[in-house]
């Protein structure tokens, strides 16, 4: 944590100072969704009429050699009846530095913390396990390297930590440093050979990973490529030592009208609400479509399950799909109509009971923007 936050002072740094100072210019990022819902409202049984209000204020600050942008975006989320008292506000705050330090050297910093009333609108993967408040806090710092034309070396640490509020889930942090070189073999074709150590901290469930990995990405088509990587984890924790898989694949085609991705990974996670870590298969699948110059549908599914590290039966499965259509009335005002869903269920006890999620929620609603927001992971 202490690093990252010397990178950002160092990141903020660049920016008032020097030739980055004089030629630094500020804009602004505003953004308001309202949106009008049918929704199975999870802290209560049955479903609600509810209203969705989504301000976003913050800027973005460019300079020769660099780019910072911030915001805040809270979720403002009320039920028809029962008063004030029904519904809450979940809150968000993102941050993002790119700074090219010279030629061959970049460096990204990112930074995102969220307090929620509602679990299901935490970003974390697997922050599903009670209907209690949940804070995240997801901060990284990427440093690469290109050493020439073909060989490119990278440093990355990244820190996560949640809170839950309920008395028998268990509050914990990751810290995740990782060390990557990567090769072009020609047009096509990339090597990436990774390390990353991750400690699971948290309720005196401490544990550990060694995760060496290999990978491949092949540009297939013009549009269309490829990517595997995967290798062997050592997993040290409180039952002792054991190894077991870890890995990614992923097939994109990306073209202006049409973006079509499959991927599947299997990886350890902590900061879940569990005590020490878990592991998980997660499988998604997603189309964006643009069949003419204003509209746009998006299409997503995607499914996973979790069991304790490190090869204990996995006790939660879940899927979740989306769909949703949008027309751009102007340049900043959208219109769009979509549907969400989440379920997830417990197929076996575990230490923590899994939370049982059914959701549907089905919306129509206006997004303004002036500026692009902060981006999303």
């Given amino acids: ?27 602004p990022v505003l953004r308001l969704d309202l949106e009008g819902r049918w929704d199975e409202n999870l802290l209560e049984d049955g479903g609600d009429l509810s209203s969705l209000i989504r301000p976003g204020i ?6 020769p050699t660099a780019l910072a942008e911030f915001a805040y975006q809270p ?10 008292r029904r519904g809450g506000i979940n809150h968000r705050l993102l941050g993002l530095q790119e700074i090219r330090l010279d030629r061959r050297t970049e460096l990204v910093l990112e930074q995102r913390f969220e307090r929620a009333f509602d679990p299901t609108a935490l970003t974390r993967p697997g922050v599903l396990r009670t209907t209690g408040e ?3 806090a997801d901060l990284r710092a990427d440093l690469a390297h290109r050493l020439d034309r073909t060989w490119t070396v990278g440093l990355q640490m990244r820190e996560e930590v949640v809170r839950v509020e309920e008395a028998a889930a268990a509050d914990g942090a990751v810290h995740a440093p990782q060390a990557w070189l990567s090769r072009r073999l020609g047009p096509r074709d990339t090597l990436t050979l990774w390390y990353r150590y991750q400690l699971f901290d948290g309720a005196g469930a401490d544990a550990s990973s060694h995760e060496p990995r290999l ?5 297939l088509t ?23 898989p870890v890995g990614r694949a992923s097939l994109v ?10 991927e599947y990974g299997r990886s350890l996670f902590g900061a879940t609400g569990f005590p020490g870590a878990v592991w998980g298969d997660a499988g998604a699948a997603v189309a964006i479509i643009r069949p003419w110059r204003r509209w746009e ?3 997503v599914a995607g499914a996973f399950r979790n069991g304790a590290a490190p090869d204990r039966p996995a006790f939660v499965v879940g899927w979740s799909g989306a769909a949703s259509v949008s027309y751009a009335v102007t340049t900043d005002l959208r219109v769009r109509a979509g549907w969400r869903r989440i379920e997830q269920d417990q197929i076996r006890e575990g230490d923590l009971p899994a939370l049982g999620i059914s959701r549907n929620i089905f919306g129509i609603g206006l997004s303004w923007e002036l500026g692009r927001e902060t981006r999303e992971r």
């Fill in 58 to 63: 913050g800027g973005r600050l460019r300079a």
């Fill in 215 to 219: 990978g491949w990405s092949r540009r």
């Fill in 1 to 27: 944590m202490r690093a990252l936050t010397t990178a950002l002072v160092l990141a903020w740094a660049i920016f008032l100072s020097g030739p980055a100072r004089a030629a630094a210019r500020l804009e």
């Fill in 297 to 299: 549908a998006v299409l």
């Fill in 75 to 84: 979720d403002g989320l009320y039920y028809g009846g029962g008063g004030a």
């Fill in 222 to 244: 013009h549009s269309l490529r490829l990517e595997l990587e995967g290798g062997p984890a050592r997993y040290l924790g409180g039952d002792g030592a054991a190894w077991l």
């Fill in 253 to 262: 085609y990306r073209r202006p009208e049409l973006v079509l991705s499959l």
């Fill in 134 to 136: 949940a804070s995240f």
